[in-house]
């Protein structure tokens, strides 16, 4: 996704016909979904929602990968493995994480710090094969450990805040 | 995804100061993950791509729309029944649309047609309520709907040129 | 569930020492959950909380056999796909089948069939292997589609019914 | 889960009709389909396979509740979330715990220790309510918090043995 583009004004795009950025964006901001929350404030940060989104990403490239994986002559077993456990563990995170009623802050950080760790576990795996889909997962789960870091270090700063 | 976006007091921007755009998504797109699959091709088409990143994201927003319907304060008990369908339906739609390995076409026309039928449902209700999550959980169904839609179509043209 | 079971040697268990009917399964009754719905009756049938009920095991057998294919040293890349579609859709298929609020029966009657089809199609590559999992897993699916097509029947029954 | 009884032919049994029993449950073991696995043993343990199913049900225990709280005329919007928040971490639970290929024991305890958690968060809430899905799934939840901290305890052990 990630492009630096701007989707009103888009003026003379001509040409352009019907293209990604022209599509369906304009509802598919995780974002902005849950700042649209009744609950919204509390232990909410702008980090959680990336974090979120990030998750989202993984657990569905990760699925992918696994799946590509598989199509691979080469032994792929223990990608495989490890894709479908971090799709699965991306998954719960972000579905747990985008909740706002009536926080339960205590397993939204327990669920980060899971999909940190399924994340790096299938990088570490990911990142030793040549193969462009591995090497896009490896990159996904390095990015989305980092912003599952990130939102636990803003709600652990609130944690700190209010005591 | 929709930005012209800035977080945190962008401002200028020069040396663009991490945002939204840096961060992370190189390695979110559906569509190239699946292009680097070994055994693209055959019945694969740009608009199931769409068809997958729009059931993921339709998925997140129905998720998070069931958590922000449950929190108001009248009933919206059907909404949130079926916001939580509709985020089942469309997992597991993204799922396995996304997958290339010994195409199962068969089943992913099925499931594209049962998300088309869960975004509708869905949408229906939510278009019924005033809430901001509501309307854009309708919206994200409505083009999660057109999306299948049109993937479908291309998959079902696939099968008339191949005969 | 609850059954005359004895695990292996279970031997003297006099005092009925940690066995598995004492363990966890009063709470296991899927259909006993659903009947203690308040919306319980209109279009419920206890062939849906049997399908309910085969659904929740066939998506957990076809993740566990995804997962042993992928250990086999043969090429299994057909079965690991089609068993880990088969689980996304029954997993879809159970929770979407087990909510009473407000029913949503169309959308229940299309899972069902998706179901079936996915189980089909599951049993009929599975049933070609001799490891003990794709066998189980065979049968599993054999099951789960004949209890989703009961529960098909006793739903459209009722349309008539009530026609 | 395998109970001894005959399906086909059951004979006398009049008036028992087509009962639970007697129905699809031959394929219905976790613990003997992992038994199946090639890559069997290691660190598998019976108390894992106990802790697979026990959070496969509460899943969908907890969907089941989830769904019946919406349907209450009290407010339940904390144990609809509760609810919603220990289904999503059961799944993914289950489903990385059943898998035996490359073993990924860390995440595995990982998991299981969030399960742990969710599931304690959820019974805390249910157990406030007198609805008898809620006092269901608050069992529930007690027991399979109790499988997963004996499936715990057995990796540990292993792994100083090993040490």
Redesign the interface.
Known sequence: ????????NSGTRIGLARS?EE????????E???S????VGGDYS?ALG?A???A??CA??C??????C???DMDM??C???C??CA??C??T???A?????H?R??IR??L??CI??CE?CEAECAKHD???CR??A??CR??A??CREALVALNAQVHEEA
Not at 23 to 30: C, L, N, V
Not at 36 to 39: A, N, W
């Open positions: 996704m990630g492009r630096p583009f701007s989707r009103v990604f599509k369906g964006d304009e509802a598919m901001s995780i902005k979904m849950i649209e929350h009744l609950d702008p990336l979120v989104r990030h989202m990403y569905a490239i699925n992918s990968c696994a799946d590509a598989s199509a691979e077993r223990r495989i493995r490890l479908m456990d699965d563990v998954t719960a972000y579905r747990v985008a909740r706002r009623t009536d339960n205590q397993l327990t669920m710090a899971a760790e399924a576990i193969h462009a889909h896009r997962c990159q996904m990015e989305c980092r912003e």
